[in-house]
Every structure is written in C-alpha cells, then in structure tokens.
C-alpha cells in the first residue's frame, strides 16, 4: 500500500511528540540497558521517563509545554534503588511549519527531537530517506545534557496489525558519532565528555489513521569515553511511545464538593481540574505541617480518590521575600509534604509530581499580609 504525499507532508510536522488534534498526552520513555564502567558490569538500568504535555495551536505550528519526570532502577543482585518522589523537569518547544522541530525551554527533555522524520514524496514499501533529527544524553547523570545530531536512515517496511490498529512499519537506523574524529561538538554540553560512539537500530510503528507512532523500540550500543580515562557502555533497548491521559469526569467531581466549602477554591485548566489550597500552614521556614491541616487534606484527598487512574501535579508556592533560592527550594519541599500526606490517606506516591515555583508565580500582593497568605499556597491538578 502506498503511503500517499498528503501523510508524509503531515507526518514530517508532526514527528513523534506531536498529534494532529493536538489534546493532550503522555509521551513514555523506558530504556532496559546493562551498563558497564571500562568494561565491568555494573548493573541492569532501568529507566522511565514520562511526560505530560499540553499543545497551543498558533498560526505558525504548535507550541508544546510540559512536564518530565523520571523513575529510576539500577539492579544488581537483587538489589533495587528508587528515586522516590517525582520531581517535575520543565520543557517547552515549538514544532514550525517551515523550521520543524525548535526546543524553547531545554533541561534535556526530551532526549529525541525530530525523530521520527519524513520526506516530502509519496513512497511504498521497501522505499527508504534520510533525515537528520538531534539527541540529548547525559549518560554520568550530572545535570549537564550533550546533543549531537544524527544522520537516521528510514526504511518504509510493510504494513500491519498492531494491537487491533492498522500501522505502518517504518526501520531506522544511525550511528553514534561524537567528538573524535566526527569532530562534532556541543559547546554548551558536557565539556569532559571526549567522544561516544555505537548503532542504533529501530523498529517504528505508525498509526495508519491518527499518523501518530504508536511504539518505537530502539536497540542500543553505545561507548562514551570521557577526559579522565572512563568509558561507559551501555546496551539493551529503550522503548518510546505514547498514551492518551484518562479522561477525567470534572464535573462529577465537582458536585462532592460542598457549597459551603471555604477550605480550598477549584478552577478548570488545560491541564486538567486544579483545587488550590491557600495559606497552607507550614512551620516558619519549613516544610513541617502544622496542625489543622488534616481535615482540608482528607477533603482533598477523597476527590483525587475520585479519579483512580490520574496522575497529579502538585505545585508549591511560597510569598516572595527576597530569597529566591531559598524560596524555590522551601516550596518544592513543601509540595513533598503534602504528597507524604495524601500518601498516608491511601493515594500511592507514584501517582505525584511535584514542581517548586518558589514566589515566582504570585497570586496576590506581597505586600499585604492577605496577600502573602494567598500566596502560600499548594496546588493539586488532576491531569488529563
């Protein structure tokens, strides 16, 4: 079957992380690789990163705000290491008509940009193009992401059933070339990082009807050697793909909500049904509930029962008081506690991301003493 010039054109804008309704989704990153460090193994890694991504339609193409989050494993003889809480990364970019693909706010999130890609000609199976797409790694864990671009090499496979939805079948592969020889650097990445190097070879499933990849399922080897003397290979698979959020009945849970409730205030959002919980009452400087919190916590934590399959964004805000460092630090702490909170009334840990903002993000004047209640706020969102 022939995929026809209208789908590749509309493909090519939309790539991996965009849908051409444009609702919001979940895009999920899992890598099952072994590691070793100068040849020893070290352990199995296992890695997922989720993000929650809200499109805006514009005149140009479609810009794209979100969150990334990350669980974390590394396993060797049985021995596990969780991450914990979930703390939000930001992300921010804009797929143009004309350009493509253009980060706006980059934390390393996420780690394919432009790939998939497609050319602007009908094609049929067997048919294969080239496009080059970019990749942010940070393999030491550092906080510090290098992106090297990649020359990927697509072949139009066959078409199939894929778990009830007719797909096509698309083959990618590239090599991994940085520093060395390539002499491709990034200046703004990892400076120690001396080169990497290793293939890639992927297998990309393409919803016939919304265009959307479905599942990619990359197989992975790679070495990358830094300034003193380390080399860090990594092989196994990382998976990506996408899922649609659950969809939240707002208004039924709208209606539990007392009339008469004064303890917390609810608006709709893009993101998703968001309760605000004003002048939250934490220790001077600290992140310790005082008592009295508990029956607005229980209140809370009933409605988000409300919906059993939602994740939820919890966002902590402090008043400004010229500390903004300390700020930003106290407020995300202070969203961890109330996820400890609402843990211990039943809803799991892993269902949360927490995102400090610090005083950044005013809902009232400082200047007031009403208003820097106002502003010590904690605020819970059911995503969809």
Known sequence: ?????????????????????AQNYILVERSDLRRYDNGKYIGLLSREVRSFIVPSKSQDG?????YFYVNQNTKRNNVSVNDGINDAVLSSFFIDNENGFKMLVDNGYPSFRGFPAFVEKEIKPGDTWECTSERSVDPLEKGVNTKMPVLVKYTYSRDMIYNGTEVYVLN????????????IIDEEGDPSLVSAQGKNEAV???????LKALLISDHVEETFSYADGKKITLKGTISIFTENPMTVNKESIIEKIPE??????????DMGLKFILSDIRFAPDSSELLEGEEERLDKIAELLKSAPDSMFLVEGHTASTGNPKGEMKLSLERAHAIVRELSKRGIASSRFICKGWGGTKPADDNETIEGRARNRRVEITILE
């Open 62 to 66: 479609l810009l794209y705000n979100g």
């Open 172 to 183: 990618a592969s590239w090599a991994t070339r940085y520093g060395g020889f390539s002499e």
């Open 204 to 210: 990309i499933y393409v919803d016939k009807k919304s």
């Open 260 to 269: 008469d409730e004064n303890q917390f205030e609810f608006e709709k959002t």
């Open 1 to 21: 079957m022939t995929v026809t010039k209208r789908i590749i054109i509309i493909c090519f804008f939309i790539n991996i992380f965009c849908l051409l309704n």
